[in-house]
């Protein structure tokens, strides 16, 4: 028996696409909302129930172009190349993915809001070991996830980006991260022009699905370069009283600073 009405959440899951060309650069989005939204996400499970979690939300005209150079440089040619491979090759849905993420590059300065999700690795160790990383970043995406689902039901759209972590030194750099938050991503956020997403075409589950016991092979080639972590303990952020969310309204929202007229850097 369903504990909740399948048509609804199941639409939910289904729908929740990657927004790029349908983002609404001129319609403004309230605080209310996107703290609304990154309080459910902080329901998401973490690893060791450690929430590591740190959202940086940036709202600054001048910032969001700073970080929209970033995204750019990050991106270098990947997105052409691969447009041009799928033009090459006749792969239809390929060639859409490419040429809206091409649009997104050159127009993500104008979303109204930007998240970048974020994770304390200040207890990694040194070169961590391979088996290290699913824990991290299982302690961070469910939580991205849970934002843009929630950003979908209240009619807004996102899309989770990874192209500004090729420069992701410069991203810190601006945004006075300190080297113990890792980066993992960049989510524009604007309300969507319409609201009738679909269903994505996916291959059968069968193609991917593998019973217990089957071995699979693995398309992973060379070594992982090693990573240089800090071994600091975490603060929390801290920005000054105008800058923060409302505790009353947010209480569980230490973990989030804002970008505005004024940057405030974590401490």
């Not at 983002?23 to 329901?43: G, K, T, W």
């Not at 939300?57 to 970080?67: F, Q, S």
């Not at 945004?175 to 679909?198: C, R």
Request: with cysteine.
């Amino acid at each position: 028996m369903a504990v909740y009405d399948l048509s609804i959440t199941d639409g939910l899951l289904s729908t929740t696409r990657a927004v790029r060309k349908r983002l609404d650069f001129e319609r403004p989005v309230s605080n209310d909302i996107i703290c609304a939204c990154l309080e459910l996400a902080l329901q998401a499970p973490t690893g060791a129930n450690r929430q590591g979690w740190r959202w940086i939300v940036i709202t600054d005209r001048d910032k969001r172009n700073a970080m929209g150079e970033i995204y750019r440089r990050g991106a270098g040619t990947y997105l052409e190349d691969g447009q041009r491979n799928a033009d090459t090759t006749g792969a239809a849905q390929d060639s859409r993915v490419f040429s809206s993420a091409q649009y997104l590059a050159a127009n993500i300065q104008k979303a109204p809001v930007h998240v970048i999700p974020c994770i304390a690795v200040d207890q990694l160790p040194v070169d961590p070991p391979r088996h290290v990383w699913p824990g991290l970043m299982g302690s961070i995406l469910p939580a991205v996830w849970s934002f843009q689902l929630a950003l979908r039901a209240r009619g807004l759209g996102s899309t989770f980006t990874t192209l500004h972590l090729r420069r992701d030194d410069e991203a810190a750099e601006l945004l006075g991260i300190p080297a113990y938050i890792m980066q993992v991503g960049l989510v524009p956020v604007a309300y969507t022009i319409g609201t009738d997403f679909k269903p994505a075409h996916r291959p059968p589950l069968h193609g991917s699905l593998s019973s217990c016991g089957q071995t699979c092979s693995s398309g992973v080639h060379g070594p992982v370069p090693p990573l240089e972590m800090s071994h600091r303990p975490v603060p929390p952020l801290s920005v000054s009283t105008s800058q923060r969310t409302s505790s009353s309204t947010y209480p569980n929202l230490s973990s989030l600073f804002r970008v505005d007229e004024v940057l405030r850097n974590v401490q």
